[in-house]
């Protein structure tokens, strides 16, 4: 409750105003007057009042008027008026100041212990108030905070989503995200009979370059080859780093000759760049395999398409390096003798199993 509430009385009679203050003597009531409401405007923008008692005054404005001026002048929130009729008037008239703002009125003759009741109660009335603000801003900060911690909430899943799914040096996707991907662009390409290409790259010699420059510098050019393949791939390829100094990209609707481009610009790229150290440039290249389903008939699912690119690189490697080998340019019998093995892990799998598998790595 408020200590030592005011009160302003207006009134135009001085001996009015003196009568009704004579009604709050003995109260904690501080009562302050004024004649009219242009001086209590004046009043109620320089200090704080916390009810008004307005007296009716048809020469200056109409009671209404006057109590929602007041209400609308004030500084305060919640100013809580009661208007004063010296006599009984109609209903019309009462029903018109409630209908203005007035939060009260009083006829004829004051009682001082029903002004003071009312006095009161339009004091519990301003409790109330100022404790529905004070929740209303509790619940504000407090729904305030909740969004913004949701906000964190949302940014640090999409910052562990992306984690999850990216490699931490290079940024680029990881092999788990590559696999679930090629997965689906796969079955995409077996069901409407488009083409999809794979591509597995190795930086040649990547041994030498840790052991003579250090992995810092080993890790430099693993993010600068990652900057690479991204800059030769197309928005629609993917591209991920596949463990250690190998790097994958799935070329979706790519046929044989569109994954060789892809895989010849990729190999200059790398055999043109200064990868620096110092002072000087460091000379590297990479061998790059390529697999395309389904020209290359042996591409029954998406591992075993990997598995023909991974061959094809090992070609690459074992031929000198430095080039783009496709699994349809391996001699017939190496072909063959991967067939074998392929027929080999799929037959023993599915004897395990009891059933037919397309996949030689289940």
Same mark, same amino acid.
């Given at each position: ?17 003196? @009568? ?5 003597? &003995?109260?904690?009531?501080? *009562? ?28 200056? @404005?109409?009671?209404?008027?006057? =109590? ?25 008239? %009462? ?29 519990? *009335? ?16 407090? $729904?305030?905070?909740? $969004? #913004?911690?949701? %906000? ?6 999409? #910052? ?19 696999? /679930? ?25 990547? +041994? #030498? *370059? ?7 510098? &080993? ?24 463990? !250690? ?7 979706? %609707? ?14 200059? =790229?790398?055999? /043109?760049?200064?990868? /620096? ?11 790059? !395999? ?26 690459? +490697? ?16 190496? %072909? ?24 030689? @790595?289940?």
């Amino acid at each position: 409750m408020i200590l030592h509430p005011k009160v302003l009385i207006i009134s135009p009679e001085e001996q009015r105003a003196q @009568f009704i203050e004579k009604h709050l003597e &003995g109260t904690d009531f501080q *009562v302050v007057q004024t004649p009219d409401v242009l001086s209590a405007m004046a009043m109620l923008k320089a200090e704080h009042v916390d009810i008004v008692l307005l007296d009716d005054n048809p020469r200056e @404005f109409f009671i209404s008027d006057a =109590a929602r001026i007041l209400k609308c002048v004030s500084p305060q929130d919640y100013l809580p008026v009661m208007c004063l009729f010296p006599k009984p008037v109609e209903a019309s008239l %009462r029903s018109e100041v409630l209908a203005a703002g007035a939060d009260d009125y009083l006829m004829g003759d004051l009682e001082p212990i029903e002004l003071q009741a009312r006095l009161r109660r339009l004091l519990g *009335v301003i409790a109330l108030h100022d404790e529905f603000h004070r929740s209303k801003k509790e619940l504000e900060d407090a $729904l305030s905070r909740e $969004l #913004q911690l949701l %906000r964190q909430l949302r940014s640090d899943n999409q #910052q562990l989503k992306q984690r999850s799914v990216t490699d931490g040096l290079t940024s680029l996707y990881n092999h788990r995200y590559l696999m /679930e991907w090629l997965k689906t662009e796969f079955k995409i390409a077996r069901r409407y009979g488009h083409p999809i290409s794979f591509v597995i790259a190795d930086l040649d010699h990547f +041994k #030498q *370059v840790n052991d003579t420059f250090g992995h810092p510098f &080993g890790d430099f050019v693993l993010k600068e080859l990652a900057v690479v393949a991204k800059s030769a791939a197309r928005e629609s390829d993917l591209v991920a780093r596949y463990g !250690g100094e190998e790097f994958a990209v799935v070329l979706p %609707r790519s046929d044989r000759e569109m994954a060789r481009a892809f895989a010849d610009r990729f190999n200059r =790229a790398v055999a /043109e760049r200064c990868f /620096e150290k110092g002072a000087s440039c460091v000379d590297l290249t990479i061998s790059v !395999g390529v697999a395309t389903y389904p020209l290359d008939a042996e591409a029954t699912s998406p591992e075993v398409l990997v598995y023909l690119a991974d061959q094809a690189l090992l070609q690459a +490697k074992a031929t000198g390096r430095n080039k783009v080998v496709a699994w349809h340019e391996l001699d017939l019998d190496l %072909r063959a003798q991967v067939r074998q093995q392929l027929s080999g892990r799929t037959s023993a799998a599915a004897s395990s199993s009891g059933g037919t598998l397309n996949s030689p @790595f289940v």
